[in-house]
């Protein structure tokens, strides 16, 4: 092999993503709020932009007599192109635009078992709409609410009062036992007793003094608190640095058994305080409205209320051009009204993407529109995206911080994409969603006197058609907040009382 200088010819392929390119995948993910912010940065950056009054130009006027400041918006969509960063200049895609065909069901029914008062969550994992308003109250707040029926005595709910306001935002004890009973004047074990009734109280979890212990009071609750578990939950440390093979023979389980132990553990909550809040919470305003249609559909339509309408001045570009001399100051001109364009193009292309995405969600979950959470079906990115010929990642951009608004509530467009669990008759599977509502159906007719346990809700799903184990159904119980069966025995017999 010679060594030394040369010259050698190389072809290859690169993705190339042009700053208006990008500008557009940053709009596609913007919520109407964002966008808002988004165009008034813009106005102040660009002189040839400005704000319209959000009338259209009438189709029947005679160009001349058309606002000459005003740019004919043409049907482009960018969505694949976008999704996947393709552009071959800085000029606008002009891409021939297919219609928007909303098909919509013509099926009567009536509004389900849920009722318009559903809010949806922004996840499985997340807080719902609901939870992000004002008045919600405080970890403390809702402690205090539940110490008064509980309580044994008046010694022992004023211990635990105090103890309830130590707790930090997370639902923590961060002082001593020791420091509580010297503080309030009483031995440790009257502070121990108030420790153990906010400890019992909802949401489980609070009031413990380590991670282990929180886990350790859910396991309790859930009762999946045998020797393996403990073994588990006392080696943290081990979890946390990958030693799974070494704590796996700890805990004496197989490989099927442990797993299972993982998932459980991951289903608790480690931070039980934080679905309260100090009632600070900004309320959520929708993009999208979604209304009943005269033809037995539904018409969906973007929220003009938040989304300031952006036109060109071109009159003011032609008055200052004119006065240009200086050929630099006319390509920085120019530089402005090329995108000027684009980025008005773009965000009439953004509101064709998302309501061209949210019809497609509307459509897939009719059944939701109709009767409530019961008929929320799986669904995924991949089959919206298949259905209106986009790609996966443009319907997730779309589909981030965005709401909906429908006359059962407001939703966050994530909502409806929830996964399907098994079903008996083979059919397909039913929304995860579908499931926790009829849980929380079955809970709610409960007899006080029979409470029921989670064998037998498995029982009861079975019979309306949803396959489930035992743990499935304990987590979905314990996503929508309602406790074990002791728990809610508990719970109802001092109802009762009362």
Not at 401 to 415: M, S
Request: charged share 30%; aromatic share 4%.
């Amino acid at each position: 092999m010679a060594l030394g200088p040369r010259l050698d010819l190389r072809q290859s392929q690169s993705l190339v993503m042009t700053p208006q390119l990008q500008q557009a995948i940053k709009l596609l993910a913007l919520s109407n709020l964002e966008i808002e912010t988004f165009i008034g940065e813009a106005l102040d950056g660009n002189p040839l932009l400005e704000l319209g009054d959000g009338a259209p130009a009438a189709p029947d006027s005679a160009p001349e007599e058309i606002d000459a400041r005003r740019t004919t918006l043409e049907s482009s969509p960018v969505d694949q192109l976008v999704a996947e960063g393709r552009a071959a200049d800085d000029r606008p895609l002009d891409i021939d635009a297919a219609a928007l065909d909303t098909e919509r069901d013509t099926g009567d029914g009536d509004r389900g078992d849920w009722g318009a008062d559903l809010r949806g969550p922004a996840g499985e994992d997340g807080p719902g709409i609901d939870e992000r308003g004002g008045g919600e109250p405080s970890l403390a707040e809702h402690l205090d609410s539940q110490i008064g029926p509980a309580a044994r005595d008046p010694v022992q709910a004023f211990i635990a009062r105090h103890i309830a306001g130590q707790l930090d935002e997370a639902g923590y004890l961060p002082v001593s036992l020791r420091e509580i009973a010297a503080e309030l004047g009483v031995s440790e074990d009257l502070a121990e007793d108030g420790l153990a009734l906010v400890q019992s109280l909802d949401p489980t979890g609070v009031g413990a003094r380590s991670l282990a212990e929180c886990l350790i009071l859910q396991a309790k609750e859930a009762d999946r608190y045998d020797p393996c578990m403990a073994r588990l939950l006392d080696n943290l440390d081990l979890l946390a640095r990958g030693e799974l093979p070494r704590l796996k023979r700890m805990c004496g389980v197989d490989d099927e058994d442990f797993a299972e132990m993982l998932a459980e553990l991951r289903g608790y909550d480690p931070k039980p305080g934080l679905r309260f809040g100090s009632g600070g919470g900004e309320p959520v305003t929708p993009d999208i409205l979604v209304t009943p249609g005269k033809d037995g559909g539904w018409d969906v339509s973007i929220n003009q209320a938040t989304l300031p309408r952006l036109i060109v001045n071109r009159s003011y570009y032609v008055e200052m051009r004119g006065a240009c001399d200086d050929k630099t100051a006319r390509a920085w001109l120019s530089d402005k009204l090329a995108d000027a364009n684009w980025l008005v193009k773009a965000l009439d292309q953004r509101q064709k993407t998302i309501l061209k995405v949210a019809s497609e969600l509307v459509k897939q979950q009719d059944g939701f529109f109709r009767h409530g959470v019961s008929q929320l079906r799986p669904l995924t990115l991949r089959q919206v995206a298949e259905a209106i010929a986009m790609h996966e990642s443009t319907v997730s951009r779309v589909t981030s911080n965005k709401y909906l608004h429908c006359e059962r509530g407001t939703f966050e467009l994530k909502y409806f994409f929830t996964s399907g669990v098994g079903s008996t008759d083979g059919e397909g599977g039913a929304s995860a969603e579908a499931v926790k509502a009829a849980i929380k159906q079955l809970i709610d007719n409960e007899d006080p006197k029979a409470i029921l346990s989670d064998d037998t809700l498995v029982d009861l799903l079975k019979a309306r058609g949803f396959e489930l184990a035992r743990r499935t159904v304990a987590k979905y119980r314990e996503a929508i907040g309602l406790g074990s069966s002791v728990q809610r025995r508990r719970q109802k017999a001092l109802a009762g009382v009362r």
